[in-house]
């Protein structure tokens, strides 16, 4: 019998794998292609102060081996979750996790502090990287100053489980990593997409309304590894990798390299029961290494 569970903070995980913000709507877009029972977590779409509408179209491109999104934080904000969403997704059986965004320390604070009084919401993910903004959003997340006053802000209204989301346009993210822990991080998410822009020749114009968007997707990998295997050295709080898994194998590489748990985003757009076949290749993985806890793989990379 393998154990697969993983705890972050006050967190209990029933196995290390979530879906990751953007990606899985609230849940309930996907209740008919996997079993919630079965799900380490859910992190919903970004929740701001107040309604935004987000970019103008288009503001999708597909690319090769990955996805530029420019979808700006679409969202109709902190008090329309509490109304009308909360309601429908606290019974959940998994962990519901809220992306908190925002475009001013303020504003992180305002709908940090409403989220904190929903009893089923056991965390948030600060996101300081949203690279698709013009204003806030990853502007907090590239410096080692900005990174701290946020999350220093957030952490003294919020009293459950803080998890920050790393901006991977950054020189060291091991510094903001360290900064960020500093300030009262419970555990760390990365990678963020990375900034990227795609061009259509015939017409020479950008395809983005934006110019640059989030890049995602397997061709993020490499770059999201190396992240985690960095920020793992530099930091003593939990790590959840993000970027480009869309297979167990995947996940278990970033668990080697230092992830305590990961998220799964784009593929589910690929395969929208695929957090299931992850969790099941997990299981056989350790099985087939004779490993019984899924937690003993955490940064279990052997470097010679």
Known sequence: MTDLSIKIHNLEL???????????????????????????????KATTG?????????????THKGMLNAIGLQNKGVDY??????????????????NVSGSTIE?????????????????????ISCPNVKEGGMAFGTSCASAQSVTKAVRRLYKKT??????????NIAEIAKAVEDEGADCLSLINTLLGMAIDAEKRTPILSTVTGGLSGPA?????????????RAVTIPLIGIGGISSATDAIEFMLAGASAIQVGTAN????????????????????????????????????
């Not at 979750?81 to 809220?98: A, G, H, L, Q, S």
């Not at 803080?162 to 346009?169: A, R, T």
């Not at 993020?220 to 793992?232: E, T």
């Open 269 to 304: 757009f690929i395969d929208p029961s695929v957090t299931m076949k992850i969790v099941d290749g997990i299981e056989e993985y350790l099985v087939r290494h004779r490993i019984s806890a899924v937690k003993d793989l955490i940064g279990g990379l052997r470097v010679v």
């Open 162 to 171: 803080l998890i920050v989301k790393l901006s991977p346009n950054v020189t």
């Open 220 to 232: 993020v990998k490499p770059i999201a590894l190396r992240m985690v295997w960095q920020v793992h």
């Open 107 to 127: 504003e992180y604070e305002a709908v940090a502090e409403k989220i904190n009084e929903l009893e089923n919401i056991p965390a948030i993910e600060l996101n």
């Open 14 to 44: 029933r196995n290390p794998v979530m879906t990751a913000s953007g990606t899985f709507g609230y849940g309930w877009e996907y209740e008919d292609f996997v079993d919630f029972n079965r799900m380490g977590g859910i992190i919903v």
């Open 81 to 98: 979750f509490v109304n009308e969403i909360y309601p429908r997704i606290k019974d959940y059986p998994t962990n519901m996790i809220v």
């Open 50 to 62: 107040s309604n935004r509408e987000g970019n103008r179209y288009p503001r999708l491109a597909e």
